[in-house]
Nanobody, 131 residues
Framework: QEQLVESGGGLVQAGGSLRLSCAAS????????WGWFRQAPGKEREFVAA????????YFADSVKGRFTISKDNADNTVYLQMNNLKPEDTAVYYCAGVTLDGLGLRVGSLPNEVHQYKYWGQGTQVTVSS
């Protein structure tokens, strides 16, 4: 059974930075895509960023482009979300998610960016940005 465990959330002032980590365990993850989503109170869960297993493809929501980066370490099955220049509107619970690309029907180089496309989810980590 795959398990995803997020860490690294916290309270930071606007303009600050945080790095979230997502440790994956339970199986081998070749051909997987990994994504970060977030959910603010009263809002739907929304896509933030995604990365392919080999790290050769990445995809970002427009709201975080130029501020967030996503990376991964295959040696320890960990995915990172580096968040810079944080804004109060980035406040949310951040979730890590994973899915095998096999069967999604995406073009080569495309990554899933919708909640229903992902199969495995972590428990979430709170990020709060004060103004």
């Amino acid at each position: 059974q795959e398990q995803l465990v997020e860490s690294g959330g916290g309270l930071v002032q606007a303009g600050g930075s945080l790095r979230l980590s997502c440790a994956a365990s339970g199986r081998t993850f070749s051909s997987y895509a990994w994504g970060w989503f977030r959910q603010a109170p009263g809002k739907e869960r929304e896509f933030v960023a995604a990365i392919s297993w080999r790290g050769d493809y990445t995809y970002f929501a427009d709201s975080v482009k130029g501020r967030f980066t996503i990376s991964k370490d295959n040696a320890d099955n960990t995915v990172y979300l580096q968040m810079n220049n944080l804004k109060p509107e980035d406040t949310a619970v951040y979730y890590c998610a994973g899915v095998t690309l096999d069967g999604l029907g995406l073009r080569v180089g495309s990554l899933p960016n919708e909640v229903h496309q992902y199969k495995y989810w972590g428990q979430g980590t709170q990020v709060t940005v004060s103004s």
